[in-house]
C-alpha cells in the first residue's frame, strides 16, 4: 500500500514535469529544448557530488511501433527458408561431429539467424558492375549458417556441407570459419580471432572513404559496411577501441550489429548487469547512432497496456542473469519472477498461458523489429550506426542447448531433440531418416527457392563472395631500372630508413604507381622523416584542415587534405594494421589494387598486433610493413620496451609474409621492386616485412649480379683479402699478447654472415682478422634467412618423399658448397634468426645475436653487451676456426685479451 502510495505521488511529480517539458517542446521547439534539459542536468549534477550522469535511454526498444518502417517481405516465407537454414547448419554441425571430433558451433547462428536472414532477403547488396557490393564481417562462429544459406541457393551441394572442417579430404571441405586464405572466392574477411573483425570493419568503412575523396573509387552508389559482433567479444580492447574513430569520422557507411544473446562461452556476459545498457552507454558516449532491439513485436500490446510504467521498470530491474534464466525456464516461472514482482504486472498477462509467456519474442529473433532496425541505420546520416539485438543464444535448441551455459559447446544433438526441432521449425523430414540428421534443401521450383534467389538477384548477387577479377589490369610497376640512384651508392652516410624514405618519395613520382601508394604511419613520421612528404602527399582528412596549423610556414607544416594520400593513424598499431589490411586487400574488395606502405617502430609490430600480422595473411593483404627503429643495439638509449631483437622470429611465423633484413639502400631498392612485380603485376598474394635501422653509414654500391642472392636471402657482400704472408700456420705461440706480434695465418679462411646495420661489425672483423690474425674472412649479407631456410625445408622434404632420386640442393647448400673454412653469422636480433640455416651450413653456424632484454646504452657499449660488435665477431670467428682444429685455442684466449673483451662479463641473455 505504501509502495503505491508513493508510486502516485512520484507520478504526479512526473505528470508535471512532462507537461512543462510538452510545452517546451511545443513552443521552443526541440533544439532549445535540449540545451535546456541539459542546462537543468548540469544544475543537478553541480549540486549532487557523485550523482553518475546517465547514459542511456530506458530499457525499450529504440524505434516504438508506430515510427517503425512496414515490413516489405513475406514474413511466413521468410521464416520458412530462415527455418531451413537453422536446420542445416545445425545438421551439418551434428553430423560431422558424429563420425569425427571437429567441433563446430551451433548456438552462435541460432541466436542470429534473423539477423543474418533479414539482411540477405533486403539489405546486403552484392557486387555488380558499378558497385564493390556491401562488405559484410560476417561472426566467425556463425558460418555454419552462412555455409547452410549458400546451399539452399546453389552455391554448395550436400558434399561441401558433409565435409565442413574436413578440409584435407578427397575434393575438400569447408573451413571452420571465414578464412579467405583457404576459401578464396567464397569469405572476404576473416572474423573468428575475436575483436579483429569489429576494428577492421571501422577502417575498412573509412578506407572506402579514402579511397572516395582520392578519385580511385569505382562506384556510382557507396557500399555499407556490416559487422556482427557477438556481445561476449565486445569485451575485446579491439573491439570498442577504435569507436570514436568511426563517429569522428562520420562513417554512416557502417552499421555494427551487436548480436546480445547475453552469453559468451562459459556463461552470462554481464550476469549482474545489462550489456545492453553498458554498451548503450559506450556507443552513445563515442558519439554513434544507437538502436535498441530488445521486444519482439508480442510486448508492443503489453508495454501499451502498461499506463503504471511497471513493466518497463520491471524490465530495468531485472538483470541479464536473470533473463537468461527466463529464457531457460518454463514460462509459469517468468510469470512467477518476472512479471509477479507486481502484482499490476501480473494483471497485464493474466490473459496470456505459460506457453505463450515463454513464447514472448526478444527483438533480434523478430523479422519486423529486425527489419525496422537495420532500415533506420540504412537511413541515418552522419554517424555510423550500432544495433543492439537481444536474443537467445541457442535459440530453437530447446533442452538441448538453449540459453544454457553449455550452449556455446553444444555439438550433438539426440533423436528426441532433433524430432523437437524439425516439429518447432516445420523441417519435411520424415522420422525414419531423422537419426540421420539428412539436410534439406527444397526443390528448385520451390516458393521458398524461388523467394530466395529472387531476393538475392534483386540485391545483386550472392553474398559472401570474394571475387578478384583475374583479367583486371594489376599496376604498371618500375622495373628495377628505376631505382638505379640507389644501386650507386652514396658516400654520404645515411640510414636504411632514410634510404627507404628516399625510395617512397621516388615511387610517389612513378606514374603508373604513384596514386596506389598508401603510407600509413602511426605518430612516427618525424621521427623516420617521413614529414617530408607531408607537405607533397598530404594527410587524409575528411574534413580537410579546419584550422591554420602552428607550423604553416615551416615546409614540414601538419598538411592535413581531403584529398590527402597519407594516412595518420596517430598512436594505434592496430589501427594502422587495420587500415594496412583494408589498403592491401582492395584490389579484392574494389577491384583496385593500392600498395600501403605501413611503417612503425618495428618493437610495436607483431609483438604488440601479431594476431593482425597473421590476419593479414589470411586475407591476402598485399603491401610493405616497414619495421623501422629495429635491432636490438642499433636503437641505442631506448632501452628494454623500445629494442627490437625478435619481430623477425614474429614475421617468420606468417606463412606469407616475406622477412627481410637488409644492410644497405640497394637491397631495399632490389626487395621493393621485386615486392611489387610479385604482389602487384604477377598477382601473388604475399606480402613483406623489412627491418629498417636508423644507423648512419655510406651507402655502398651494389656490387654485379647480386639481385638473385639479395632476393633469396644471402650473398656474397665483399670477399676477404688474399693472405699470401706465409706464417706458422695456425700456431699461435702462447706467449705472443701483443697486438699485432700474433703470426699471420696463411690460408685460413672463414665467412662473416651479417644482417642489417650490425653488417657492418662483420666488416670490421673482416678488416681486423686480416690485419691482425691473418684470417681472410668473406662477408656475406644475409638478407633473410627465413626465405633460406624455407628453400631449405623445400628440398629437404622432398629428398626425404624421393629417396633414390637425385637429391636436390637448396640454395644455401649450393652457394656455400664451395667455401673453405668456417661459417659464422652476426645479427642485431636473436641468435634464432640465424640458426634458421644451421643445419645447411657446412661445418654448421656459429651465431651472435642480441638474446635478452634490452638496456638504455650507447650503441658500443651495447654492442659490447650483447657480443655483436666486431671485437666480438673476431673472437667468435677465431673460436670456430680452433674448434675445428685451424687455429689453435690459445690464439683464441689471446684475441680476447687484445681485444679487451672482458670474458667473465655478465651473459645478456637470461637462462
Ligand atoms: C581472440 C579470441 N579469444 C577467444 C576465442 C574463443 N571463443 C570463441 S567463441 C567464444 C565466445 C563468444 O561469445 P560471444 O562473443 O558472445 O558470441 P556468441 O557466440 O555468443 O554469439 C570464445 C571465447 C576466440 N575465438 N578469439
Ligand atoms: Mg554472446
Given at each position: ?10 507520478d ?8 512543462v ?12 529544448t ?7 542536468a ?6 549532487q ?51 569425427t ?43 555454419p ?6 546451399f539452399?541457393?546453389g ?26 586464405y ?20 571501422i ?12 578519385g580511385?573509387?569505382k ?34 557507411n ?28 559506450a ?40 533473463y ?27 490473459h ?10 526478444r527483438?533480434?529473433?523478430?523479422t ?53 526441432f ?93 596514386r ?13 622523416g ?15 584542415q ?30 594502422s ?48 610493413l616497414?619495421?623501422?627503429?629495429s ?9 628494454l ?25 640497394y ?20 606480402f ?61 679462411k672463414?665467412?662473416?654472415?651479417g ?9 670490421k ?82 651465431t ?35 674448434e ?7 690464439l ?13 662479463k ?6
Amino acid at each position: 500500500m505504501e509502495k503505491k502510495e508513493i508510486h502516485s505521488s512520484s507520478d504526479k511529480w512526473a505528470e508535471s514535469l512532462l507537461s512543462v517539458f510538452d510545452l517546451a517542446l511545443e513552443n521552443q521547439g526541440p533544439e532549445r529544448t535540449a540545451q535546456l534539459l541539459n542546462k537543468l542536468a548540469d544544475r543537478l549534477h553541480a549540486s549532487q557530488d557523485g550523482l553518475p550522469r546517465g547514459f542511456n535511454t530506458p530499457y525499450v526498444n529504440t524505434i516504438p511501433p508506430e515510427q517503425q518502417s512496414p515490413f516489405p517481405g513475406d514474413w511466413q516465407m521468410e521464416r520458412q527458408i530462415k527455418s531451413y537454414i537453422r536446420w542445416n547448419a545445425m545438421a551439418m554441425v551434428v553430423k560431422a561431429n558424429s563420425t569425427t571430433n571437429v567441433g563446430g558451433h551451433i548456438s552462435t547462428y541460432a541466436s542470429a539467424a534473423t539477423l543474418y536472414e533479414v539482411g540477405f532477403n533486403h539489405f546486403f547488396r552484392g557486387r555488380t558492375e558499378n558497385f564493390p557490393g556491401d562488405m559484410i564481417y560476417f561472426q566467425g562462429h556463425a558460418a555454419p549458417g552462412i555455409y547452410a544459406r549458400a546451399f539452399l541457393e546453389g552455391r554448395l551441394d550436400e558434399k561441401h556441407l558433409q565435409n565442413f572442417r574436413q578440409e584435407l579430404v578427397d575434393g575438400g571441405g569447408l573451413s571452420s570459419y571465414p578464412h579467405p586464405y583457404l576459401m578464396p572466392e567464397f569469405w572476404q574477411f576473416p572474423t573468428v580471432s575475436m575483436g579483429l573483425g569489429p576494428i577492421l570493419s571501422i577502417y575498412q568503412a573509412r578506407f572506402n572513404r579514402y579511397l572516395q575523396a582520392r578519385g580511385l573509387a569505382k562506384w556510382t552508389e557507396e557500399p555499407k559496411v556490416w559487422c556482427f559482433v557477438g556481445d561476449g567479444e565486445t569485451d575485446e580492447p579491439e573491439t570498442l577501441g577504435s569507436l570514436t574513430l568511426a563517429s569522428r569520422e562520420s562513417l554512416d557507411n557502417l552499421v555494427w550489429v551487436v548480436n546480445c544473446n547475453l552469453q559468451r562461452l562459459d556463461g552470462p556476459v554481464r550476469g549482474n548487469g545489462k550489456i545492453i545498457q553498458e554498451l548503450e552507454a559506450a556507443f552513445l558516449g563515442a558519439g554513434w547512432n544507437v538502436i535498441k532491439v530488445i521486444w519482439g513485436s508480442d510486448w508492443d500490446d503489453l508495454l501499451v497496456r502498461d499506463k503504471s510504467g511497471l513493466l518497463v521498470k520491471r524490465m530495468e530491474e531485472a538483470v541479464d542473469g536473470d533473463y537468461q534464466k527466463y529464457s531457460v525456464e518454463p514460462g509459469s516461472y517468468t510469470r512467477r519472477h518476472f512479471f509477479g514482482k507486481y502484482p499490476e504486472l501480473l494483471e497485464l498477462v493474466n490473459h496470456l498461458t505459460d506457453e505463450q509467456i515463454h513464447k514472448l519474442l526478444r527483438g533480434g529473433h523478430d523479422t519486423r523489429k529486425v527489419h525496422a532496425a537495420y532500415q533506420a541505420a540504412m537511413e541515418h546520416k552522419g554517424r555510423p550506426t550500432v544495433i543492439l539485438a537481444k536474443t537467445v543464444k541457442g535459440y530453437g535448441l530447446g533442452e538441448a542447448g538453449e540459453g544454457r551455459n553449455i550452449s556455446h559447446q553444444q555439438k550433438k544433438m539426440n533423436e528426441k531433440e532433433l524430432r523437437e526441432f524439425r516439429a518447432r521449425f516445420n523441417i519435411p523430414i520424415s522420422d525414419d531418416v531423422i537419426a540421420e540428421t539428412p539436410f534439406y534443401r527444397p526443390p528448385a521450383d520451390s516458393p521458398e527457392t524461388k523467394y530466395l534467389l529472387e531476393r538475392r538477384k534483386t540485391l545483386g548477387g550472392f553474398l559472401p563472395a570474394r571475387q578478384v577479377n583475374p583479367a583486371s589490369p594489376g599496376l604498371d610497376v618500375p622495373k628495377l631500372d628505376f631505382f638505379a640512384e640507389f644501386f650507386k651508392g652514396s658516400s654520404t652516410e645515411v640510414s636504411t630508413t632514410m634510404a627507404f624514405v628516399r625510395l617512397i618519395s621516388v615511387l610517389l613520382r612513378h606514374k603508373g604507381l604513384s596514386r596506389n601508394i598508401v603510407p600509413i604511419i602511426p605518430d612516427e613520421a618525424r621521427t623516420f622523416g617521413l614529414d617530408a612528404l607531408f607537405k607533397d602527399i598530404g594527410i587524409y582528412s575528411s574534413k580537410g584542415q579546419l584550422y591554420d596549423p602552428v607550423d604553416s610556414q615551416s615546409l614540414l607544416y601538419y598538411n592535413e587534405k581531403k584529398d590527402g594520400q597519407i594516412l595518420e593513424e596517430g598512436i594505434t598499431e592496430a589501427g594502422s594494421m587495420a587500415s594496412f589490411i583494408a589498403a592491401g586487400t582492395s584490389y579484392a574488395t574494389h577491384g583496385v589494387p593500392m600498395a600501403p606502405f605501413y611503417i612503425y617502430y618495428s618493437m610495436f609490430g607483431p609483438q604488440r598486433v601479431g594476431d593482425l600480422f597473421w590476419l593479414a595473411g589470411d586475407i591476402r593483404a598485399k603491401g610493405f610493413l616497414l619495421g623501422a627503429t629495429s635491432g636490438r643495439t642499433t636503437l641505442n638509449g631506448e632501452g628494454l620496451q623500445h629494442q627490437d631483437g625478435h619481430s623477425l622470429l614474429h614475421a617468420g611465423t606468417v606463412p606469407t609474409l616475406l622477412a627481410y633484413d637488409p644492410a644497405f639502400a640497394y637491397e631495399i631498392a632490389v626487395i621493393v621492386a621485386d615486392g611489387l612485380r610479385r604482389m602487384y603485376a604477377k598477382g601473388e598474394d604475399v606480402f613483406y616485412y623489412l627491418t629498417l635501422y636508423n644507423e648512419n653509414y655510406p651507402m655502398p654500391p651494389m656490387p654485379p649480379g647480386v639481385e638473385d642472392g639479395i632476393l633469396k636471402g644471402l650473398y656474397k657482400f665483399k670477399p676477404g683479402p688474399e693472405i699470401s704472408q706465409p706464417g706458422s700456420a695456425g700456431v699461435s705461440p702462447a706467449h705472443t699478447e701483443l697486438a699485432g706480434e700474433t703470426p699471420a695465418l696463411p690460408g685460413i679462411k672463414a665467412h662473416i654472415f651479417g644482417s642489417g646495420s650490425i653488417i657492418n661489425s662483420a666488416l670490421k672483423a673482416q678488416e681486423i682478422l686480416a690485419e691482425r690474425y691473418g684470417v681472410s674472412a668473406d662477408v656475406w649479407s644475409a638478407t633473410s634467412y627465413k626465405l633460406l631456410r624455407t628453400d631449405a625445408l623445400r628440398c629437404k622434404r622432398w629428398n626425404m618423399l624421393h629417396p633414390t632420386a637425385a637429391p636436390k640442393k637448396s640454395y644455401v647448400e649450393t652457394l656455400l658448397a664451395k667455401e673453405q673454412g668456417t661459417f659464422v653469422a652476426v645479427s642485431d636480433y636473436m641468435r634464432l634468426v640465424p640458426d634458421q640455416i644451421a643445419p645447411w651450413v657446412p661445418g654448421g653456424l656459429m651465431t651472435l645475436g642480441t638474446d635478452g632484454f634490452g638496456r638504455s646504452d650507447t650503441r658500443a657499449r651495447l654492442r659490447r653487451f650483447f657480443e655483436v660488435d666486431a671485437e666480438s665477431t673476431v673472437i667468435a670467428t677465431l673460436y670456430a676456426l680452433a674448434e675445428k682444429g685451424l687455429v689453435e685455442r690459445q690464439l683464441v684466449e689471446n684475441a680476447i685479451k687484445e681485444l679487451g673483451v672482458d670474458p667473465e662479463k655478465i651473459q645478456p641473455q637470461i637462462v
